[in-house]
């Protein structure tokens, strides 16, 4: 056992992974697997540890799980996969199971003494890979293993997919998969020899219009915390580039990006924009806002319709309400309602969501929120034009509602990127797309602690048809409310009531088609930017699930031609970008949880894009490939 | 002889400890886990488990004490209680703990002080039990 480890160790810094060019190290796979186990009782964590330990594993126990997280944070390639118990005093299970996902994207197992279906399902809706009923026997955690394969094996799938048109993945999404998100960790170390072909191909492309770069939560995060240690006055592209280290991302991607990013930190240092919202990331025209106005409207109501979201609805509602309100007037009362839904993200969703991102969670989504709204109204104000609060919609937006949304808000980064995709309407693409990305994750990642709320309006729109696969597959944990104007009335997605706001998809879709007529869809443009988002974290997951747009998933058809439709009646037709549930057999909890990201910011995004007046954003949208660089900044 | 004898005295100690369901199969996980890197493992979590259980019997009992009875907070800590008897095979602990949250769920505090005195006894009873066992 010393010597694997030691092997392990001296391969690749304690990780086999890496171990592709070290035939020693993967000969003892899964020897020196990394395991990191969070339980608050002493005597399971040492049990624990002890068997881990004759499972050849490395091990590293705490009792905490804030302790966890900063481990996890400090080496964020230290660990293959975490082990966790439910309940536990001072962070619940799943919130850490929803962080872990958005932020890290590792395996997570959860174990508890407690096997009633509701808390095994809890733990599957919101991406645990696996859960143990305690008392755990050695046999169980002998082959956790193979979900540290699978997860790399996916993250690479989606790299390559878009390279190389996967049979999972609808050819039409190329973008989504790869590129650089989740795990580029992974990328460069295990898959590296499978994907560089692929890589290659892209890195080819790119020098003429760049592949599209999928912005994936992990990425972007990976981008501002290279900018943030540069100084953003400081921080060029190339520096970026070397600091983030990711194989396969060039340096006209990180450009573009920046261009975005610096755009989307203008604007929300409370210059508002005249009519753009969007300028923060996207860059582009803020277009896009346009159809928020009217996403507002058909979000609610859709989420109002799709029942299931129950809780949603108001809040979704309340924070299209509020998004449409805070844009237009300012009123922060509006806005705090809002504040619930993911739109706290729009205010300053950036900046709040970051700090927001793991508070939100439940309660301070209210207290966020409202200052996210102050942000967001200023911002939004810009845009506010339209905002016609929705009719009949209850604007009542529940804290736990909001905190869903916002849930995003755990991955700060993560509704950065939604809120980044919002306004950016075209030029979000590419925001939306790390934003969607981390919401995938987040979503995927199950950290949607929401999503049993949530998603399951939008489920129905899912239009089987293209779910391009807004994989948010990212755990986009935060249940975005995204009112995804699902023509169904579905809002679903985006309202990211706990689950993945399919909004996303909506918002992708319609960036998709460009043809948004935004002005009646006005939620088209959330779409795209939805969309966006999509694409790129999970890539694979949103494929494999668009694919099954069976009954529940929502899938986001990106490109779709229904953009038109998004209007919102049609929004469910429009399928493709609404959809993003992850078309997971599993329920469309799954998919909430993407769209729970979006939702936030796509619901934001859309409204403002409403506002803006849809035309605008048939211009940004030029998602087809969420490529970054494509994006007019 | 003596050594002979005395294996025989664990042995039989240990067996009656199982066939009268005091333990199950997770202790004899634990026993598989024991080896030369920590030779005295079984006794060390055992030793843990009640540290770490006397704490929390403290707790319900303050629990208990507080009228109206908080059924969540009792519930959280059987469910803890239940956690760590069960990782170490105290199978009759863990019993009593069940009917402990049969109680709470119904919200029934009769039942619930009742059940928490068996969860008491056993777990005491246990602990006698062992603490002989690993003298020998």
Request: some cysteine; overall charge negative; hydrophobic content about 30%.
């Amino acid at each position: 056992m010393n010597n694997n480890k030691q092997m392990m160790a001296s391969s690749s810094g304690g990780s086999w992974k890496s171990g592709g060019g070290d035939g020693g190290v993967s000969d003892q796979f899964p020897a020196g697997l990394r395991v990191l186990v969070v339980d608050d009782d002493s005597t399971c964590l040492m049990i624990l540890e002890k068997m881990l330990r004759h499972c050849n594993y490395e091990v590293t126990k705490c009792n905490r799980a804030e302790v966890a997280l900063s481990y996890l944070r400090e080496n964020k390639n230290g660990f293959d996969v975490v082990i966790s118990d439910v309940h536990m005093p001072d962070m619940d299970g799943f919130k850490l199971l929803e962080h872990i996902g958005l932020e890290m994207d590792l395996p997570v197992i959860m174990m508890s003494a407690d096997d009633s279906k509701s808390v095994v399902m809890k733990g599957v809706t919101h991406g645990a890979c696996d859960y143990l009923i305690k008392p755990v026997r050695i046999e169980a955690l002998r082959n956790i293993w193979q979900h540290m394969v699978r997860r790399r094996k996916h993250e690479w799938k989606d790299f390559d997919q878009s390279a190389s048109a996967d049979e999972q993945k609808p050819p039409e999404e190329p973008d989504y998969s790869s590129s650089a998100n989740e795990g580029n960790n992974w990328k460069n170390t295990k898959r590296r020899k499978d994907e560089e072909d692929e890589a290659e191909e892209r890195d080819d492309s790119s020098s003429l219009k760049k592949p599209r770069v999928v912005w994936s939560v992990e990425l972007h995060q990976q981008f501002v915390a290279a900018v943030n240690q540069l100084g953003i006055d400081k921080a060029v592209p190339k520096k970026i580039l070397e600091l983030m280290n990711v194989p396969g991302l060039m340096r006209e991607n990180v450009a573009s990006h920046l261009q975005k990013y610096r755009l989307y930190l203008r604007r929300l240092s409370g210059s508002q924009l005249p009519g753009g919202m969007n300028s923060g990331f996207m860059g582009g025209p803020d277009a896009g806002y346009g159809p928020m106005s009217s996403l507002n409207g058909l979000d609610l109501q859709a989420l109002a319709a799709s029942g299931q979201l129950s809780q949603l609805p108001p809040q979704s509602l309340a924070t299209l309400q509020a998004v449409a309100l805070g844009r237009s007037n300012n009123s922060k009362s509006v806005i705090d309602q809002r504040n619930i839904f993911s739109f706290e993200n729009p205010k300053s969703r950036y900046s709040e969501v970051q700090s927001q991102h793991l508070n939100n969670n439940n309660n301070i989504n209210n207290s966020n929120n409202n200052n996210n709204n102050n942000n967001i109204s200023s911002n939004i104000n810009n845009n506010s034009k339209q905002m016609n609060l929705l009719p009949g919609i209850p604007t009542n937006i529940e804290p736990k509602q909001f905190v869903s949304l916002h849930q995003s808000g755990q991955h700060s980064f993560g509704s950065m990127n939604n809120q980044v995709q919002i306004q950016m309407g075209g030029q979000s693409q590419s925001q939306h797309q790390v934003q969607s990305n981390t919401n995938a994750h987040m979503l995927t990642r199950g950290a949607v602690d929401m999503s049993s709320k949530v998603y399951n309006p939008v489920v129905s729109v899912s239009q089987a048809s293209s779910v391009n696969s807004y994989p948010l597959g990212g755990s986009l944990g935060n249940p975005n409310v995204r009112a995804t104007p699902s023509g169904d009335g579905n809002l679903d997605a985006k309202v990211s009531v706990g689950g993945i706001v399919p909004s996303y998809d909506v918002f992708y879709d319609l960036s998709q088609t460009r043809e948004w007529s935004l002005q009646d869809s006005g939620l088209t443009y959330d779409q795209s930017s939805l969309l966006l988002q999509h694409n790129h974290s999970s890539g694979s997951e949103m494929r494999e699930q668009n694919q099954n747009l069976g009954g529940g998933k929502v899938m986001f058809s990106p490109a779709v031609d229904t953009r038109t439709h998004l209007n919102g009646s049609n929004i469910g037709q429009q399928r493709n970008t609404y959809i993003k549930t992850e078309s997971h057999s599993d329920g469309s909890f799954h998919n909430t949880m993407y769209s729970e990201q979006y939702g936030q910011d796509d619901l934001l995004a859309a409204i403002l894009k409403q506002q803006q007046g849809v035309g605008q954003l048939n211009n940004e949208f030029g998602f087809d490939g969420y490529a970054l660089d494509d994006l007019p900044v | 002889m003596e050594l002979n004898h005395t294996n025989r005295q664990i042995n039989v100690t240990r067996n009656s400890l199982f066939e009268q369901g005091y333990l199950d199969e997770q202790f004899t996980q634990l026993e598989d886990l024991q080896d030369d890197v920590n030779p005295n493992f079984v006794e060390e979590i055992v030793t843990l488990f009640f540290a770490d259980s006397m704490r929390l019997i403290h707790n319900a009992e303050t629990a208990l004490e507080n009228y109206p009875l908080d059924f969540c907070k009792l519930d959280d800590y059987m469910h803890q209680f239940m956690g760590s008897s069960s990782s170490i095979g105290a199978k009759k602990v863990k019993n009593e703990c069940t009917q402990f949250q049969e109680c709470c769920k119904v919200r029934n505090a009769d039942g619930c002080t009742r059940a928490f005195q068996r969860v008491k006894q056993e777990h005491a009873t246990l602990k006698r039990k062992l603490q002989t066992y690993f003298q020998v």
